[in-house]
């Protein structure tokens, strides 16, 4: 029996006037496993073209339960462009024989049962809101990633052994690569915020196990091989990945390629337990979710959700009644899940860690808009002349208050239990203001710079008008900036 319920149900009554009405059975477990007459694709016949007559009887019922309990090498790559007229050498992202080509290895040479030892303080720490991924060397992080793959009871349900997660975690990080931004600390940071989406917000209640399975994977390698440039960078260098893929959403069919090139090699294939109906389904859906991250779905997913926040009844707006047994409708919630842990940087709990991965990927734009000069492209404007913290806050400002604002204020609606990220944001926009209002932050040695250069020409300035103003103000005015030039140089020595 279906149980309607409201997801938008705050306390102080402020969200009440807008009702996200979504179904969900009164029963919380999942209802996963593998269906009658199911095998393990490990049963399989590898020469076989077609699947085998399902055999095993149906797996029981499993519920959502809690279960406690050398630094991999990056290798730099280049992606060169293919412009009419020009003979640029074609190198692969990753093999540099073939775009597909992976590094498939995913055993370290210290890969030993300690490495992989799980602590109550990481199992804290994963729900902790402020966890920052960039405290911790890359070791310590596929621990983390391990930690959490094992929270829900889906290793068990679809028969993933230990030692295949762990070498499958370790392939996907050595085919990160060493970009400010888009590393495995950006895929952890990811798969963390989903994660804590799921157990947290709550948002596990309207999905199914192998929906679970399917987010946190696509979560981890959403943005494997990802070289550092924009879809629309590789389209105009005809990059070979825009040449693959048809300029659709290059670099998201290129992630979720590359995660199941990685699941070839029968030590890293994490689905190889899941019988023939539960792999299609996590496989199809690993793929859709990966691919709603393209930046050029994110309006469309906000509006769709805003229909659904704003009905007054679940009768009002043909499709926005929430099904838990319709797969359109939990790839919707699975989709918002992992869209909001992609941009969820500008809603941390601290500026701090907003402000460190701000300077991450504007470090990010600018090797791009360089990439643009040196190959004779237009150079994206907001890319170009982020060399300050005046110019990223200038930037960041737009940036969140036109996208990411609205997509946490919809998801604060559906999910009471977000809201509070809506207010993280406010509050790291009130900070990057007050690096606007008062100019280029004297933090920054190009802010140092640039206010001793102005409060010298005020000097000059005051000068020029000293006839026409009084000796005291004169003298007051002299007086302010000689202060607050000493503040600044004082600050500069201390640093």
Same mark, same amino acid.
């Given at each position: 029996?279906?149980?309607?319920?409201?997801?938008?149900?705050?306390?102080?009554?402020?969200?009440?006037?807008?009702?996200?009405?979504?179904?969900?059975?009164?029963?919380?477990?999942?209802?996963?496993?593998?269906?009658?007459?199911?095998?393990?694709?490990?049963?399989?016949?590898?020469?076989?073209?077609?699947?085998?007559?399902?055999?095993?009887?149906?797996?029981?019922?499993?519920?959502?339960?809690?279960?406690?309990?050398?630094?991999?090498?990056?290798?730099?790559?280049?992606?060169?462009?293919?412009?009419?007229?020009?003979?640029?050498?074609?190198?692969?992202?990753?093999?540099?024989?073939?775009?597909?080509?992976?590094?498939?290895?995913?055993?370290?040479?210290?890969?030993?049962?300690?490495?992989?030892?799980?602590?109550?303080?990481?199992?804290?720490?994963?729900?902790?809101?402020?966890?920052?991924?960039?405290?911790?060397?890359?070791?310590?992080?596929?621990?983390?990633?391990?930690?959490?793959?094992?929270?829900?009871?889906?290793?068990?349900?679809?028969?993933?052994?230990?030692?295949?997660?762990?070498?499958?975690?370790?392939?996907?990080?050595?085919?990160?690569?060493?970009?400010?931004?888009?590393?495995?600390?950006?895929?952890?940071?990811?798969?963390?915020?989903?994660?804590?989406?799921?157990?947290?917000?709550?948002?596990?209640?309207?999905?199914?196990?192998?929906?679970?399975?399917?987010?946190?994977?696509?979560?981890?390698?959403?943005?494997?091989?990802?070289?550092?440039?924009?879809?629309?960078?590789?389209?105009?260098?005809?990059?070979?990945?825009?040449?693959?893929?048809?300029?659709?959403?290059?670099?998201?069919?290129?992630?979720?390629?590359?995660?199941?090139?990685?699941?070839?090699?029968?030590?890293?294939?994490?689905?190889?337990?899941?019988?023939?109906?539960?792999?299609?389904?996590?496989?199809?859906?690993?793929?859709?979710?990966?691919?709603?991250?393209?930046?050029? $779905?994110?309006?469309?997913? *906000? =509006? !769709?959700? +805003?229909?659904?926040? @704003?009905?007054?009844?679940?009768?009002?707006?043909? %499709?926005?009644?929430?099904?838990?047994?319709?797969?359109?409708?939990?790839?919707?919630?699975?989709?918002?899940?992992?869209?909001?842990?992609?941009?969820?940087?500008?809603?941390?709990?601290?500026?701090?860690?907003?402000?460190?991965?701000?300077?991450?990927?504007?470090?990010?734009?600018?090797?791009?808009?360089?990439?643009?000069?040196?190959?004779?492209?237009?150079?994206?404007?907001?890319?170009?002349?982020?060399?300050?913290?005046?110019?990223?806050?200038?930037?960041?400002?737009?940036?969140?208050?036109?996208?990411?604002?609205?997509?946490?204020?919809?998801?604060?609606?559906?999910?009471?239990?977000?809201?509070?990220?809506?207010? $993280?944001?406010?509050?790291? *926009? =009130? !900070?990057? +203001?007050?690096?606007? @209002?008062?100019?280029?932050?004297?933090?920054?040695? %190009?802010?140092?710079?640039?206010?001793?250069?102005?409060?010298?020409?005020?000097?000059?300035?005051?000068?020029?008008?000293?006839?026409?103003?009084?000796?005291?103000?004169?003298?007051?005015?002299?007086?302010?900036?000689?202060?607050?030039?000493?503040?600044?140089?004082?600050?500069?020595?201390?640093?």
């Amino acid at each position: 029996m279906l149980e309607k319920v409201y997801l938008s149900n705050n306390d102080d009554g402020e969200n009440d006037h807008i009702l996200g009405m979504i179904e969900q059975y009164s029963q919380k477990s999942f209802t996963g496993g593998k269906k009658d007459g199911e095998v393990t694709r490990a049963d399989r016949t590898k020469s076989a073209a077609t699947l085998p007559t399902p055999k095993l009887p149906a797996a029981p019922h499993r519920a959502n339960t809690f279960s406690a309990g050398s630094t991999p090498q990056h290798t730099k790559r280049k992606t060169s462009s293919l412009l009419p007229g020009h003979n640029s050498l074609v190198m692969s992202p990753s093999s540099q024989s073939c775009v597909l080509g992976v590094n498939t290895d995913g055993v370290l040479t210290d890969n030993s049962n300690m490495m992989w030892d799980r602590s109550e303080e990481m199992i804290e720490n994963c729900h902790r809101w402020d966890f920052d991924v960039l405290k911790y060397d890359p070791k310590t992080l596929l621990r983390y990633s391990n930690e959490m793959m094992h929270y829900y009871s889906i290793m068990d349900t679809f028969e993933v052994k230990q030692t295949t997660l762990q070498n499958f975690i370790v392939a996907v990080s050595k085919n990160y690569r060493p970009n400010p931004f888009h590393s495995f600390y950006h895929a952890v940071a990811v798969l963390h915020v989903s994660f804590m989406m799921l157990s947290t917000v709550g948002c596990d209640q309207f999905l199914q196990e192998r929906d679970v399975f399917a987010v946190l994977t696509a979560a981890l390698c959403h943005d494997l091989d990802h070289p550092g440039t924009t879809n629309d960078f590789q389209k105009a260098s005809l990059a070979p990945l825009a040449l693959l893929y048809n300029d659709r959403s290059i670099l998201e069919n290129h992630h979720a390629a590359t995660a199941f090139k990685i699941m070839q090699s029968d030590e890293n294939n994490i689905l190889d337990g899941c019988g023939r109906d539960d792999f299609a389904y996590i496989r199809k859906l690993i793929i859709e979710l990966i691919l709603k991250t393209d930046m050029a $779905n994110h309006f469309d997913m *906000v =509006k !769709k959700m +805003q229909i659904v926040a @704003d009905s007054d009844s679940c009768d009002d707006v043909k %499709g926005a009644q929430f099904q838990r047994d319709n797969d359109a409708h939990r790839l919707e919630v699975a989709g918002l899940v992992v869209h909001c842990a992609d941009l969820s940087n500008p809603v941390y709990p601290t500026f701090d860690m907003t402000q460190q991965w701000c300077f991450r990927v504007c470090e990010e734009f600018s090797q791009q808009a360089e990439k643009e000069r040196e190959i004779g492209l237009p150079v994206t404007s907001f890319m170009e002349g982020l060399t300050n913290e005046y110019s990223i806050a200038k930037l960041q400002i737009g940036f969140v208050n036109y996208v990411i604002l609205p997509l946490w204020k919809v998801t604060g609606l559906l999910f009471p239990k977000a809201a509070q990220h809506t207010v $993280n944001c406010v509050h790291n *926009v =009130k !900070k990057w +203001q007050e690096i606007v @209002d008062g100019g280029e932050s004297p933090g920054t040695p %190009g802010g140092k710079a640039r206010k001793l250069r102005e409060l010298a020409e005020n000097d000059k300035s005051d000068e020029s008008d000293e006839s026409d103003e009084s000796d005291e103000s004169d003298e007051s005015d002299e007086s302010d900036i000689s202060e607050e030039e000493e503040d600044i140089k004082e600050g500069s020595i201390k640093e």
